[in-house]
């Protein structure tokens, strides 16, 4: 079975520090990894996923197969970073997405 | 590009009827959709994959005959709850997955129902 583990639900950090979100999932085959954020009464959108090897709004995400883990992380924080950030996989070769329960980010100022 | 509109955006409904909320992909083709099911501070579960033309595929759990599903075409999946009940009040999120261009495989999602059944 896959599953995604978020294991903070709250995250506070002031800004200009760094930030890290955590994210380890459970699969026995070769996932697709993604990072979907929610900012305030807007939808849910992607903010980057581990193929494109890309660097969203200053955050980026390496997948540790060896650990299991594709956390996300920002050297310096900015206010407008406070949101819901959700990790998710999609087992290879299928096309739904299982979420972990998110983390909320507050950065203070 | 890639937006996703949902209707009715929240319904109150009494128990016992039927609900039926809509999911368009408003300026791309979409074979399929998905249906997620999200309670208040809780993620989304996925709760149906809705493929144009063909039968949904439902998530362990989740009642088809419950909530029925219908992608008659590649911009329209509609979500049918029957005999809604209270417990069935949440909110419920569709997504559309791009197949084509650069963020090919990306799932773009709604900004979901409310419903509250009274």
């Known amino acids: 079975a896959q599953r995604v583990t978020q294991p903070e639900k709250l995250l506070s950090v002031f800004k200009g520090a760094p930030v890290e979100l955590k994210c380890n999932y459970s699969?026995?085959?070769?996932?697709?990894l993604f990072w979907y954020v929610q900012y305030s009464r807007q939808r849910l959108q992607l903010l980057l996923r581990h193929i494109s090897r890309e660097s969203i709004k200053g955050f980026t995400a390496d997948l540790n197969k060896g650990e299991t883990s594709f956390h996300l992380k920002k050297p310096f924080a900015q206010e407008e970073d406070s949101a819901m950030y959700y990790c998710?996989?999609?087992?290879?070769?299928?096309?739904?997405?299982?979420f972990g329960q998110g983390t909320r980010l507050t950065i203070n100022p | 590009g890639a937006v996703v509109s949902q209707h009715p955006s929240w319904v109150i409904c009494k128990s016992g009827t039927s609900v039926k909320i809509e999911c368009r992909s408003l300026?791309?083709?979409?074979?399929?959709m998905f249906w997620y099911r999200q309670f208040p501070k809780q993620s989304l579960m996925l709760m149906a994959t809705?493929?144009?033309?063909?039968?949904?595929?439902?998530e362990q759990g989740v009642e088809k005959d419950k909530f029925l599903i219908n992608h008659a075409s590649l911009t329209l999946s509609t979500l049918t709850v029957t005999s809604a009940h209270p417990e069935d009040s949440s909110f419920y999120i569709c997504?559309?997955?791009?197949?084509?261009?650069?963020?090919?495989?990306?799932?773009?999602f709604g900004p979901g129902t409310r419903l509250t059944v009274l």
């Open positions: 699969y026995s085959g070769s996932p697709e």
């Open positions: 997504s559309a997955r791009a197949e084509s261009g650069t963020l090919r495989d990306t799932q773009y």
């Open positions: 300026d791309f083709q979409a074979t399929t």
């Open positions: 809705s493929n144009e033309g063909s039968k949904a595929t439902y």
């Open positions: 998710a996989l999609s087992p290879g070769g299928a096309q739904k997405l299982v």
